[in-house]
Protein backbone atom coordinates (compact mmCIF):
# COMPACT_ATOMS: atom_id res chain seq x y z
CA UNK A 1 0.00 0.00 0.00
CA UNK A 2 0.26 3.49 -0.63
CA UNK A 3 2.53 5.26 2.51
CA UNK A 4 1.05 8.35 3.84
CA UNK A 5 3.11 11.34 3.19
CA UNK A 6 5.26 9.60 0.11
CA UNK A 7 5.97 11.05 -3.33
CA UNK A 8 4.60 9.37 -6.39
CA UNK A 9 6.46 9.97 -9.68
CA UNK A 10 8.55 12.62 -8.29
CA UNK A 11 5.02 14.98 -7.77
CA UNK A 12 2.29 13.17 -6.71
CA UNK A 13 1.90 13.90 -2.30
CA UNK A 14 0.21 10.99 -0.42
CA UNK A 15 -2.28 12.18 1.76
CA UNK A 16 -4.52 10.27 2.98
CA UNK A 17 -6.97 7.31 2.25
CA UNK A 18 -10.40 8.50 1.26
CA UNK A 19 -11.85 4.74 -0.24
CA UNK A 20 -10.99 1.24 -0.30
CA UNK A 21 -13.22 -1.75 -2.72
CA UNK A 22 -12.33 -5.01 -3.15
CA UNK A 23 -9.48 -4.82 -5.54
CA UNK A 24 -8.50 -1.12 -4.99
CA UNK A 25 -7.21 1.83 -2.54
CA UNK A 26 -8.01 5.63 -3.39
CA UNK A 27 -6.31 8.39 -2.06
CA UNK A 28 -6.31 11.58 -1.75
CA UNK A 29 -3.09 13.33 -3.29
CA UNK A 30 -1.14 16.70 -4.28
CA UNK A 31 0.43 17.56 -7.33
CA UNK A 32 2.92 20.06 -5.49
CA UNK A 33 3.76 21.71 -8.51
CA UNK A 34 0.33 22.73 -9.46
CA UNK A 35 -1.31 22.62 -6.34
CA UNK A 36 -3.79 21.28 -7.23
CA UNK A 37 -5.54 17.50 -5.66
CA UNK A 38 -6.06 14.30 -7.58
CA UNK A 39 -7.46 10.51 -6.46
CA UNK A 40 -4.79 8.19 -6.80
CA UNK A 41 -6.07 4.62 -6.90
CA UNK A 42 -4.06 1.79 -6.48
CA UNK A 43 -4.73 -1.97 -7.69
CA UNK A 44 -2.04 -4.07 -5.95
CA UNK A 45 -0.93 -7.33 -7.53
CA UNK A 46 -1.59 -8.73 -4.27
CA UNK A 47 -5.37 -7.59 -3.91
CA UNK A 48 -6.69 -9.29 -6.79
CA UNK A 49 -6.77 -13.53 -7.28
CA UNK A 50 -6.56 -12.57 -11.39
CA UNK A 51 -4.96 -9.06 -11.60
CA UNK A 52 -3.81 -9.11 -15.50
CA UNK A 53 -8.13 -9.18 -15.93
CA UNK A 54 -8.25 -6.48 -13.43
CA UNK A 55 -5.51 -4.44 -14.95
CA UNK A 56 -7.37 -4.72 -18.38
CA UNK A 57 -10.35 -3.90 -16.86
CA UNK A 58 -8.69 -0.80 -15.60
CA UNK A 59 -6.87 -0.18 -18.71
CA UNK A 60 -9.83 0.03 -20.65
CA UNK A 61 -11.74 1.94 -18.58
CA UNK A 62 -8.09 4.23 -18.80
CA UNK A 63 -8.56 4.52 -22.23
CA UNK A 64 -12.04 5.14 -22.39
CA UNK A 65 -12.08 8.32 -20.47
CA UNK A 66 -8.38 10.20 -21.58
CA UNK A 67 -11.16 10.70 -24.82
CA UNK A 68 -14.06 12.13 -23.58
CA UNK A 69 -14.18 15.41 -21.90
CA UNK A 70 -17.86 16.42 -20.51
CA UNK A 71 -18.14 18.14 -17.20
CA UNK A 72 -20.23 15.31 -15.32
CA UNK A 73 -16.90 12.57 -16.36
CA UNK A 74 -14.05 12.87 -14.41
CA UNK A 75 -10.79 13.16 -15.94
CA UNK A 76 -8.13 11.08 -16.16
CA UNK A 77 -4.65 12.37 -15.81
CA UNK A 78 -1.90 10.17 -15.62
CA UNK A 79 -1.22 6.07 -15.62
CA UNK A 80 1.81 4.87 -13.34
CA UNK A 81 2.61 1.18 -13.77
CA UNK A 82 4.53 -0.16 -11.06
CA UNK A 83 6.36 -3.62 -9.99
CA UNK A 84 3.63 -4.69 -7.46
CA UNK A 85 0.96 -2.36 -8.70
CA UNK A 86 -0.17 0.30 -10.80
CA UNK A 87 -1.69 3.39 -10.35
CA UNK A 88 -4.73 5.80 -11.98
CA UNK A 89 -4.54 9.53 -10.98
CA UNK A 90 -7.51 10.93 -11.73
CA UNK A 91 -9.58 14.06 -10.85
CA UNK A 92 -10.42 14.53 -7.25
CA UNK A 93 -14.22 14.15 -6.82
CA UNK A 94 -15.81 15.99 -3.39
CA UNK A 95 -18.67 14.49 -2.46
CA UNK A 96 -20.63 11.10 -1.84
CA UNK A 97 -22.08 8.21 -4.00
CA UNK A 98 -25.68 8.15 -4.18
CA UNK A 99 -25.48 4.78 -2.07
CA UNK A 100 -24.24 6.25 0.48
CA UNK A 101 -26.53 9.30 0.63
CA UNK A 102 -29.53 6.44 0.17
CA UNK A 103 -28.48 5.08 3.46
CA UNK A 104 -28.95 8.35 5.06
CA UNK A 105 -31.73 9.54 3.30
CA UNK A 106 -33.83 6.35 2.26
CA UNK A 107 -35.04 8.10 -1.18
CA UNK A 108 -35.12 11.95 -2.19
CA UNK A 109 -37.75 14.26 -3.21
CA UNK A 110 -38.95 13.65 -6.85
CA UNK A 111 -37.59 17.02 -8.85
CA UNK A 112 -34.08 16.73 -7.26
CA UNK A 113 -34.28 13.14 -8.85
CA UNK A 114 -35.43 14.41 -11.79
CA UNK A 115 -33.02 17.40 -11.83
CA UNK A 116 -30.04 14.48 -11.45
CA UNK A 117 -31.61 12.34 -13.90
CA UNK A 118 -31.51 15.46 -16.72
CA UNK A 119 -27.67 15.72 -16.34
CA UNK A 120 -27.08 12.08 -16.74
CA UNK A 121 -29.04 11.95 -19.68
CA UNK A 122 -27.04 14.92 -21.00
CA UNK A 123 -23.81 13.07 -20.51
CA UNK A 124 -24.89 9.72 -21.75
CA UNK A 125 -26.12 11.03 -25.15
CA UNK A 126 -22.24 12.85 -25.20
CA UNK A 127 -21.18 9.51 -24.52
CA UNK A 128 -23.85 7.57 -27.12
CA UNK A 129 -23.05 9.86 -29.97
CA UNK A 130 -19.03 9.21 -29.94
CA UNK A 131 -17.60 7.65 -32.99
CA UNK A 132 -17.78 4.72 -31.83
CA UNK A 133 -20.62 5.02 -29.82
CA UNK A 134 -19.96 4.07 -25.81
CA UNK A 135 -22.45 1.78 -23.90
CA UNK A 136 -21.93 2.88 -20.38
CA UNK A 137 -23.62 -0.48 -19.08
CA UNK A 138 -23.37 0.03 -15.09
CA UNK A 139 -25.39 3.04 -14.04
CA UNK A 140 -26.72 2.66 -10.07
CA UNK A 141 -26.85 5.21 -7.37
CA UNK A 142 -23.54 3.35 -6.45
CA UNK A 143 -21.66 5.10 -9.56
CA UNK A 144 -22.99 8.59 -9.48
CA UNK A 145 -21.64 10.97 -7.06
CA UNK A 146 -23.45 14.52 -5.31
CA UNK A 147 -21.29 16.67 -5.38
CA UNK A 148 -21.94 19.74 -3.27
CA UNK A 149 -23.09 21.73 -5.43
CA UNK A 150 -25.81 19.90 -6.25
CA UNK A 151 -24.28 18.51 -9.58
CA UNK A 152 -23.71 14.55 -10.39
CA UNK A 153 -20.96 13.13 -11.74
CA UNK A 154 -20.56 9.51 -13.55
CA UNK A 155 -17.71 7.39 -12.52
CA UNK A 156 -16.38 3.95 -12.85
CA UNK A 157 -16.18 3.10 -16.64
CA UNK A 158 -15.06 -0.69 -15.84
CA UNK A 159 -17.30 -2.15 -18.18
CA UNK A 160 -18.27 0.49 -20.50
CA UNK A 161 -17.63 -0.69 -24.38
CA UNK A 162 -17.61 0.73 -27.60
CA UNK A 163 -20.89 -0.17 -29.73
CA UNK A 164 -20.24 -2.33 -32.58
CA UNK A 165 -22.77 -2.14 -35.16
CA UNK A 166 -21.38 -5.58 -37.08
CA UNK A 167 -22.33 -7.41 -33.22
CA UNK A 168 -25.41 -9.46 -33.00
CA UNK A 169 -25.00 -10.16 -29.28
CA UNK A 170 -23.07 -9.28 -26.44
CA UNK A 171 -21.44 -12.49 -25.18
CA UNK A 172 -20.64 -12.02 -21.57
CA UNK A 173 -23.05 -11.02 -18.85
CA UNK A 174 -22.28 -7.39 -17.45
CA UNK A 175 -23.68 -4.98 -15.31
CA UNK A 176 -25.54 -5.37 -11.58
CA UNK A 177 -28.24 -6.99 -11.55
CA UNK A 178 -31.72 -5.37 -10.65
CA UNK A 179 -30.24 -2.24 -12.58
CA UNK A 180 -29.06 -4.39 -16.18
CA UNK A 181 -31.28 -4.55 -18.70
CA UNK A 182 -32.46 -8.08 -20.40
CA UNK A 183 -29.95 -7.46 -23.00
CA UNK A 184 -26.87 -7.27 -21.12
CA UNK A 185 -27.45 -11.39 -19.57
CA UNK A 186 -25.88 -12.66 -22.46
CA UNK A 187 -27.85 -14.21 -25.80
CA UNK A 188 -30.45 -11.63 -25.82
CA UNK A 189 -29.31 -9.30 -28.19
CA UNK A 190 -26.51 -6.34 -27.91
CA UNK A 191 -26.47 -3.35 -25.43
CA UNK A 192 -26.88 -0.20 -27.02
CA UNK A 193 -28.01 3.54 -25.89
CA UNK A 194 -31.57 1.76 -25.05
CA UNK A 195 -29.62 -0.37 -22.60
CA UNK A 196 -28.39 2.66 -20.53
CA UNK A 197 -31.55 4.09 -20.41
CA UNK A 198 -32.90 0.98 -18.76
CA UNK A 199 -30.40 0.97 -16.61
CA UNK A 200 -31.24 4.96 -15.78
CA UNK A 201 -34.75 4.08 -15.47
CA UNK A 202 -33.76 1.35 -12.47
CA UNK A 203 -31.81 4.16 -10.74
CA UNK A 204 -34.93 6.63 -11.12
CA UNK A 205 -36.88 4.17 -9.33
CA UNK A 206 -34.52 3.55 -6.67
CA UNK A 207 -33.63 7.44 -5.91
CA UNK A 208 -37.43 8.06 -5.46
CA UNK A 209 -38.94 5.22 -3.57
CA UNK A 210 -35.61 4.17 -1.89
CA UNK A 211 -36.56 0.26 -2.86
CA UNK A 212 -33.33 -1.36 -4.52
CA UNK A 213 -33.80 -3.11 -7.59
CA UNK A 214 -31.11 -4.92 -7.14
CA UNK A 215 -32.46 -6.60 -4.24
CA UNK A 216 -34.73 -9.93 -4.64
CA UNK A 217 -36.92 -10.70 -6.18
CA UNK A 218 -35.68 -8.05 -8.48
CA UNK A 219 -38.82 -6.19 -9.68
CA UNK A 220 -39.51 -2.97 -10.17
CA UNK A 221 -43.40 -2.21 -9.38
CA UNK A 222 -44.82 1.39 -10.21
CA UNK A 223 -43.99 3.83 -8.05
CA UNK A 224 -47.46 4.91 -6.75
CA UNK A 225 -47.51 1.20 -5.65
CA UNK A 226 -45.23 2.70 -3.03
CA UNK A 227 -46.46 6.12 -2.45
CA UNK A 228 -49.91 7.28 -4.23
CA UNK A 229 -48.65 10.96 -3.74
CA UNK A 230 -45.42 10.04 -6.50
CA UNK A 231 -46.06 12.21 -9.84
CA UNK A 232 -47.88 10.08 -11.83
CA UNK A 233 -45.43 11.60 -15.37
CA UNK A 234 -42.51 10.74 -13.65
CA UNK A 235 -44.33 7.11 -13.40
CA UNK A 236 -44.68 6.67 -16.83
CA UNK A 237 -41.32 7.84 -17.74
CA UNK A 238 -39.96 5.08 -15.55
CA UNK A 239 -41.92 2.37 -16.75
CA UNK A 240 -41.11 2.93 -20.68
CA UNK A 241 -37.46 3.26 -19.27
CA UNK A 242 -37.98 -0.11 -17.76
CA UNK A 243 -39.28 -1.89 -20.55
CA UNK A 244 -38.11 -5.48 -21.60
CA UNK A 245 -38.14 -5.14 -25.00
CA UNK A 246 -35.23 -2.09 -26.09
CA UNK A 247 -38.16 -0.90 -29.15
CA UNK A 248 -40.37 -0.01 -26.49
CA UNK A 249 -38.18 2.20 -24.47
CA UNK A 250 -37.17 5.81 -25.53
CA UNK A 251 -34.84 5.39 -28.22
CA UNK A 252 -32.03 8.13 -27.68
CA UNK A 253 -31.24 9.67 -24.25
CA UNK A 254 -32.20 13.42 -26.02
CA UNK A 255 -35.75 11.59 -26.09
CA UNK A 256 -36.16 10.87 -22.92
CA UNK A 257 -34.71 14.28 -21.76
CA UNK A 258 -37.32 15.56 -23.18
CA UNK A 259 -40.03 13.48 -21.82
CA UNK A 260 -37.96 14.33 -17.94
CA UNK A 261 -38.43 18.57 -18.89
CA UNK A 262 -42.25 17.51 -19.67
CA UNK A 263 -43.14 15.03 -17.17
CA UNK A 264 -45.85 17.11 -15.56
CA UNK A 265 -47.77 16.69 -19.13
CA UNK A 266 -48.00 13.52 -18.52
CA UNK A 267 -49.67 13.55 -14.89
CA UNK A 268 -53.18 11.94 -14.35
CA UNK A 269 -55.56 14.47 -15.42
CA UNK A 270 -53.35 17.39 -17.50
CA UNK A 271 -54.69 15.93 -21.00
CA UNK A 272 -58.31 15.52 -19.48
CA UNK A 273 -57.66 19.36 -18.53
CA UNK A 274 -56.44 20.48 -22.20
CA UNK A 275 -59.71 18.80 -23.82
CA UNK A 276 -61.88 20.58 -21.80
CA UNK A 277 -59.62 23.85 -22.39
CA UNK A 278 -60.10 23.01 -25.83
CA UNK A 279 -63.60 22.93 -25.91
CA UNK A 280 -64.18 25.92 -24.02
CA UNK A 281 -61.65 27.92 -26.50
CA UNK A 282 -64.26 26.54 -29.34
CA UNK A 283 -67.27 27.79 -27.42
CA UNK A 284 -66.33 31.10 -26.96
CA UNK A 285 -64.21 31.89 -30.17
CA UNK A 286 -66.89 33.27 -32.36
CA UNK A 287 -67.84 35.58 -28.12
CA UNK A 288 -64.50 36.81 -28.50
CA UNK A 289 -64.58 37.70 -32.13
CA UNK A 290 -67.53 39.54 -31.38
CA UNK A 291 -65.84 41.34 -28.70
CA UNK A 292 -62.74 41.48 -30.06
CA UNK A 293 -62.96 45.43 -30.83
CA UNK A 294 -64.12 46.04 -26.96
CA UNK A 295 -61.71 43.94 -25.73
CA UNK A 296 -58.46 45.95 -27.49
CA UNK A 297 -60.01 49.07 -25.95
CA UNK A 298 -60.46 47.36 -22.46
CA UNK A 299 -57.05 45.97 -22.73
CA UNK A 300 -54.98 49.64 -24.13
CA UNK A 301 -56.95 51.09 -20.16
CA UNK A 302 -55.90 47.70 -18.86
CA UNK A 303 -52.02 48.02 -19.78
CA UNK A 304 -51.94 51.23 -18.53
CA UNK A 305 -53.41 50.31 -15.19
CA UNK A 306 -50.91 47.25 -15.28
CA UNK A 307 -47.94 50.23 -15.85
CA UNK A 308 -48.97 52.29 -13.19
CA UNK A 309 -49.29 50.00 -10.33
CA UNK A 310 -45.90 48.17 -12.10
CA UNK A 311 -44.21 51.74 -10.84
CA UNK A 312 -46.11 52.01 -7.56
CA UNK A 313 -44.81 48.64 -6.41
CA UNK A 314 -41.18 50.07 -7.52
CA UNK A 315 -42.09 53.63 -5.90
CA UNK A 316 -42.79 51.67 -2.60
CA UNK A 317 -39.52 49.09 -2.65
CA UNK A 318 -37.65 52.80 -3.11
CA UNK A 319 -39.44 54.54 -0.28
CA UNK A 320 -38.77 51.66 1.97
CA UNK A 321 -35.71 51.75 4.25
CA UNK A 322 -35.19 48.06 4.87
CA UNK A 323 -33.65 46.41 2.16
CA UNK A 324 -35.23 42.89 2.95
CA UNK A 325 -38.36 44.31 3.20
CA UNK A 326 -38.14 45.99 -0.50
CA UNK A 327 -37.84 42.38 -2.33
CA UNK A 328 -41.62 41.58 -1.89
CA UNK A 329 -42.57 45.01 -3.81
CA UNK A 330 -39.87 44.02 -6.50
CA UNK A 331 -41.40 40.47 -6.75
CA UNK A 332 -44.79 41.80 -7.18
CA UNK A 333 -43.84 44.30 -9.76
CA UNK A 334 -42.35 41.42 -11.72
CA UNK A 335 -45.02 39.33 -11.34
CA UNK A 336 -47.48 42.08 -12.59
CA UNK A 337 -44.74 42.43 -15.42
CA UNK A 338 -41.95 39.90 -16.33
CA UNK A 339 -40.79 41.24 -19.52
CA UNK A 340 -39.68 44.88 -17.88
CA UNK A 341 -36.83 44.72 -16.71
CA UNK A 342 -36.99 48.31 -14.78
CA UNK A 343 -38.08 45.96 -11.67
CA UNK A 344 -35.28 43.10 -11.65
CA UNK A 345 -32.38 45.97 -12.12
CA UNK A 346 -33.37 47.83 -8.86
CA UNK A 347 -34.05 44.63 -7.15
CA UNK A 348 -30.29 43.74 -8.23
CA UNK A 349 -28.98 47.32 -7.31
CA UNK A 350 -30.30 46.92 -3.96
CA UNK A 351 -28.56 44.05 -3.48
CA UNK A 352 -25.63 45.67 -4.54
CA UNK A 353 -26.20 48.83 -1.98
CA UNK A 354 -23.89 47.04 0.64
CA UNK A 355 -21.57 45.18 -1.73
CA UNK A 356 -22.02 41.90 -0.75
CA UNK A 357 -24.30 39.33 -2.48
CA UNK A 358 -25.27 37.17 0.32
CA UNK A 359 -26.59 33.52 0.25
CA UNK A 360 -29.90 34.74 1.26
CA UNK A 361 -29.85 37.36 -1.96
CA UNK A 362 -29.06 34.53 -3.88
CA UNK A 363 -32.12 32.72 -2.76
CA UNK A 364 -34.25 35.67 -3.66
CA UNK A 365 -32.80 35.90 -7.37
CA UNK A 366 -32.98 31.45 -7.94
CA UNK A 367 -36.70 32.47 -6.67
CA UNK A 368 -37.95 35.03 -8.68
CA UNK A 369 -36.04 34.71 -12.22
CA UNK A 370 -36.58 31.17 -12.88
CA UNK A 371 -40.44 31.34 -12.72
CA UNK A 372 -40.47 34.39 -15.08
CA UNK A 373 -37.33 34.04 -17.82
CA UNK A 374 -39.41 32.70 -20.85
CA UNK A 375 -41.54 35.38 -20.73
CA UNK A 376 -38.21 38.16 -20.08
CA UNK A 377 -36.86 36.22 -22.94
CA UNK A 378 -39.21 37.72 -25.44
CA UNK A 379 -38.06 41.52 -24.18
CA UNK A 380 -34.95 41.04 -25.65
CA UNK A 381 -33.67 44.55 -24.50
CA UNK A 382 -34.67 43.47 -21.01
CA UNK A 383 -33.12 40.36 -21.26
CA UNK A 384 -29.72 41.83 -21.83
CA UNK A 385 -30.17 44.15 -19.18
CA UNK A 386 -30.71 42.00 -16.94
CA UNK A 387 -28.41 39.50 -17.71
CA UNK A 388 -25.47 42.12 -17.48
CA UNK A 389 -26.63 42.70 -14.52
CA UNK A 390 -26.61 39.29 -12.92
CA UNK A 391 -23.30 38.71 -15.03
CA UNK A 392 -21.67 41.68 -12.67
CA UNK A 393 -23.52 40.19 -9.51
CA UNK A 394 -22.05 36.58 -9.88
CA UNK A 395 -18.78 37.55 -11.17
CA UNK A 396 -17.78 40.50 -8.07
CA UNK A 397 -19.79 40.42 -5.30
CA UNK A 398 -20.73 36.76 -3.31
CA UNK A 399 -19.99 37.36 0.03
CA UNK A 400 -17.18 34.30 0.00
CA UNK A 401 -14.51 36.73 -2.44
CA UNK A 402 -14.63 34.02 -5.03
CA UNK A 403 -16.52 34.37 -8.13
CA UNK A 404 -19.50 32.32 -8.76
CA UNK A 405 -18.27 30.59 -11.90
CA UNK A 406 -21.35 28.70 -12.90
CA UNK A 407 -23.97 31.81 -12.75
CA UNK A 408 -21.41 34.24 -13.82
CA UNK A 409 -21.14 32.43 -17.35
CA UNK A 410 -24.37 31.37 -17.30
CA UNK A 411 -25.62 34.97 -17.45
CA UNK A 412 -22.51 36.60 -19.41
CA UNK A 413 -22.79 33.87 -22.22
CA UNK A 414 -25.90 36.14 -22.53
CA UNK A 415 -24.35 39.03 -23.32
CA UNK A 416 -21.41 38.20 -24.92
CA UNK A 417 -23.77 37.48 -27.45
CA UNK A 418 -22.58 33.56 -27.16
CA UNK A 419 -25.51 31.75 -26.36
CA UNK A 420 -27.00 29.66 -28.87
CA UNK A 421 -30.58 30.59 -28.33
CA UNK A 422 -29.85 34.30 -27.43
CA UNK A 423 -29.32 37.61 -29.07
CA UNK A 424 -26.42 38.61 -31.50
CA UNK A 425 -23.26 40.31 -30.29
CA UNK A 426 -24.41 43.22 -32.68
CA UNK A 427 -27.68 43.18 -30.69
CA UNK A 428 -26.12 43.35 -27.52
CA UNK A 429 -23.97 46.28 -28.61
CA UNK A 430 -27.12 48.02 -29.65
CA UNK A 431 -28.75 47.63 -26.08
CA UNK A 432 -25.21 48.18 -24.15
CA UNK A 433 -23.56 49.98 -25.76
CA UNK A 434 -20.21 49.26 -26.68
CA UNK A 435 -17.85 49.34 -23.39
CA UNK A 436 -20.20 47.12 -21.66
CA UNK A 437 -20.58 44.80 -24.22
CA UNK A 438 -16.84 44.34 -24.57
CA UNK A 439 -16.98 44.24 -20.92
CA UNK A 440 -19.01 41.24 -20.86
CA UNK A 441 -17.16 39.54 -23.92
CA UNK A 442 -13.78 40.06 -21.59
CA UNK A 443 -14.92 38.76 -18.78
CA UNK A 444 -16.50 36.02 -20.32
CA UNK A 445 -13.41 35.01 -21.61
CA UNK A 446 -11.49 35.34 -17.66
CA UNK A 447 -14.28 32.82 -16.55
CA UNK A 448 -12.89 30.39 -19.52
CA UNK A 449 -9.08 31.40 -18.03
CA UNK A 450 -10.72 29.93 -14.40
CA UNK A 451 -10.81 26.73 -15.72
CA UNK A 452 -7.52 26.73 -16.39
CA UNK A 453 -5.46 29.06 -13.75
CA UNK A 454 -3.22 26.65 -11.80
CA UNK A 455 -3.55 23.82 -13.62
CA UNK A 456 -0.30 22.36 -16.06
CA UNK A 457 -0.43 19.74 -18.65
CA UNK A 458 1.44 16.55 -18.50
CA UNK A 459 4.39 18.34 -19.44
CA UNK A 460 4.44 20.80 -16.34
CA UNK A 461 3.41 23.46 -18.94
CA UNK A 462 0.71 26.71 -17.94
CA UNK A 463 -2.93 26.06 -20.07
CA UNK A 464 -3.21 29.57 -19.75
CA UNK A 465 -1.67 32.22 -22.51
CA UNK A 466 -1.01 34.69 -19.89
CA UNK A 467 -1.00 37.52 -22.77
CA UNK A 468 -4.40 36.98 -23.27
CA UNK A 469 -5.23 37.13 -20.01
CA UNK A 470 -3.62 40.19 -19.51
CA UNK A 471 -5.10 41.76 -22.83
CA UNK A 472 -8.37 40.37 -21.56
CA UNK A 473 -8.18 41.89 -17.49
CA UNK A 474 -6.77 45.43 -18.91
CA UNK A 475 -10.34 45.91 -21.27
CA UNK A 476 -12.13 45.16 -18.15
CA UNK A 477 -10.86 47.99 -16.53
CA UNK A 478 -10.98 50.66 -20.11
CA UNK A 479 -13.12 53.37 -20.09
CA UNK A 480 -15.16 55.43 -17.49
CA UNK A 481 -16.86 52.34 -16.33
CA UNK A 482 -18.37 54.89 -12.95
CA UNK A 483 -19.88 56.83 -15.49
CA UNK A 484 -21.27 53.78 -17.47
CA UNK A 485 -22.13 51.12 -14.60
CA UNK A 486 -21.52 52.70 -11.15
CA UNK A 487 -18.86 53.90 -8.85
CA UNK A 488 -19.46 50.34 -6.48
CA UNK A 489 -18.90 48.60 -9.66
CA UNK A 490 -15.78 50.16 -11.05
CA UNK A 491 -14.04 50.26 -7.78
CA UNK A 492 -14.96 46.12 -7.18
CA UNK A 493 -13.52 46.08 -11.00
CA UNK A 494 -10.56 47.73 -9.99
CA UNK A 495 -9.81 45.82 -6.95
CA UNK A 496 -10.35 42.66 -9.37
CA UNK A 497 -7.92 43.74 -11.48
CA UNK A 498 -5.06 44.47 -8.85
CA UNK A 499 -6.02 40.87 -7.26
CA UNK A 500 -5.01 39.08 -10.73
CA UNK A 501 -1.65 41.55 -11.01
CA UNK A 502 -0.54 40.48 -7.38
CA UNK A 503 -1.21 36.63 -8.00
CA UNK A 504 0.19 36.30 -11.91
CA UNK A 505 2.86 38.75 -11.46
CA UNK A 506 5.57 36.01 -11.79
CA UNK A 507 3.27 34.34 -14.84
CA UNK A 508 2.91 38.30 -16.26
CA UNK A 509 6.80 37.99 -16.48
CA UNK A 510 7.14 35.06 -17.54
CA UNK A 511 5.02 35.39 -20.45
CA UNK A 512 6.73 38.61 -21.72
CA UNK A 513 4.44 41.56 -20.32
CA UNK A 514 6.62 44.21 -19.79
CA UNK A 515 6.58 45.51 -16.58
CA UNK A 516 6.30 49.42 -17.71
CA UNK A 517 2.76 48.26 -19.03
CA UNK A 518 1.61 46.73 -15.93
CA UNK A 519 3.03 49.97 -13.63
CA UNK A 520 1.15 52.38 -16.17
CA UNK A 521 -1.79 50.55 -15.78
CA UNK A 522 -1.55 50.92 -11.35
CA UNK A 523 -1.08 54.14 -12.14
CA UNK A 524 -4.27 55.05 -13.86
CA UNK A 525 -6.35 52.99 -11.47
CA UNK A 526 -4.86 54.87 -8.74
CA UNK A 527 -6.09 58.38 -10.04
CA UNK A 528 -8.95 56.89 -11.41
CA UNK A 529 -10.51 55.52 -8.03
CA UNK A 530 -10.13 59.10 -6.46
CA UNK A 531 -13.00 60.15 -8.23
CA UNK A 532 -15.36 56.62 -7.99
CA UNK A 533 -15.27 57.15 -3.67
CA UNK A 534 -18.22 59.14 -2.54
CA UNK A 535 -20.04 57.49 0.52
CA UNK A 536 -18.39 55.39 3.34
CA UNK A 537 -18.35 52.14 1.54
CA UNK A 538 -17.24 53.13 -1.86
CA UNK A 539 -14.26 54.75 0.93
CA UNK A 540 -13.47 51.44 2.18
CA UNK A 541 -13.51 49.80 -1.44
CA UNK A 542 -10.71 52.64 -2.20
CA UNK A 543 -8.58 52.08 0.58
CA UNK A 544 -8.32 48.82 0.17
CA UNK A 545 -8.19 48.91 -3.64
CA UNK A 546 -4.93 51.22 -2.74
CA UNK A 547 -3.87 48.62 -0.28
CA UNK A 548 -3.95 46.05 -2.91
CA UNK A 549 -2.76 48.43 -5.78
CA UNK A 550 0.72 48.51 -3.23
CA UNK A 551 0.79 44.63 -2.65
CA UNK A 552 0.79 44.80 -7.10
CA UNK A 553 3.58 47.42 -6.71
CA UNK A 554 5.74 45.38 -4.86
CA UNK A 555 4.66 41.77 -6.73
CA UNK A 556 5.71 43.48 -10.24
CA UNK A 557 9.27 44.81 -8.38
CA UNK A 558 9.80 41.67 -6.71
CA UNK A 559 8.99 39.78 -9.92
CA UNK A 560 10.90 41.72 -12.66
CA UNK A 561 13.79 42.65 -10.60
CA UNK A 562 12.99 46.21 -9.98
CA UNK A 563 14.59 48.29 -7.14
CA UNK A 564 11.92 50.19 -5.44
Known amino acids: MLEIGSIVDGKYKILNKIGKGGMSTVYLAMNERANKPW ?38 IDVIDQTDSFLIVMDYIEGKPLSEALKEKKSFMCEDVIEWAKQLCDVLEYLHTRKPPIIYRDMKPGNIMLQPDGTVKLIDFGIAREFKDKNVEDTTCLGTRGYAAPEQFGGQGQTDARTDIYCLGATIYHLVTGRNPSDPPYEMYPIRHWNPAFSSGLEKIILKCTQQNPDDRYQSCGELLYALDHYKEEEEGYKKSLNIKWRIFLSSAVMSLIMFVCSAFCMVCKSKTAIDEYNQYISQASATYELEKRYPYYEKAIKLLPEKSDAYIEMIDTMLEDGVFTERESEEIRTVIPNHETELKNNVDSYVKVSYKLGMLYFYYPETGD ?5 ASKWLTIVAGESADGPSEERVTLILGEKQAYRAKSLCKILQYYKELDTVNKEGDSKVDYVQLWNDLSSTVTGNIAAE ?72 EIAYGIEG
Open 39 to 76: AVKEVRKDGSTDFEVVKQSQIMETNLLKKLNHPNLPSI
Open 403 to 407: VDVKN
Open 485 to 556: DNNVTALVMYNFFANQIVRRAEDFKNAGINAADIVSKIEILEKSAEADADNAYEVELYNSLMNNLRHARKGI
